[in-house]
């Protein structure tokens, strides 16, 4: 992907930001899984994801009710070069519900 596509949205933006083609891959992808950041030491990916990228949900793995993160979807943003913090703001899904 061309980065020099992406804007830089302000606040006002965000909403057709969220719109934007780089989001729909992220909605459309294979699930991969919810896990809670204990089983992501061990079943993750071995990055380390940016606290914006979690959310609450039951863990896929240990089934607690723990903040989350959906690996398959951090790094689809974080391989566009997007911040968590940016990701969040749009309000797209950071887990699979
Ligand atoms: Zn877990
Ligand atoms: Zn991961």
């Known amino acids: 992907m061309d980065r020099s596509r992406i804007p830089n949205p302000t606040n006002s933006d965000l909403k057709v930001w969220a719109k934007y083609a780089w989001a729909y891959p992220v909605l459309e992808s294979d699930a991969g899984q919810n896990l809670c950041a204990e089983c992501h030491k061990t079943?993750?990916?071995g990055r380390t994801h940016g606290i914006y990228f979690y959310d609450t949900g039951h863990c896929d793995n240990c089934g607690k009710v723990n903040e989350l993160v959906n690996c398959k979807i951090a790094h689809r943003i974080e391989d566009l070069g997007i911040s968590d913090r940016l990701y969040y703001e749009t309000r797209?899904?950071?887990i699979r519900k």
């Open 92 to 94: 797209l899904p950071r």
């Open 43 to 45: 079943l993750g990916c």
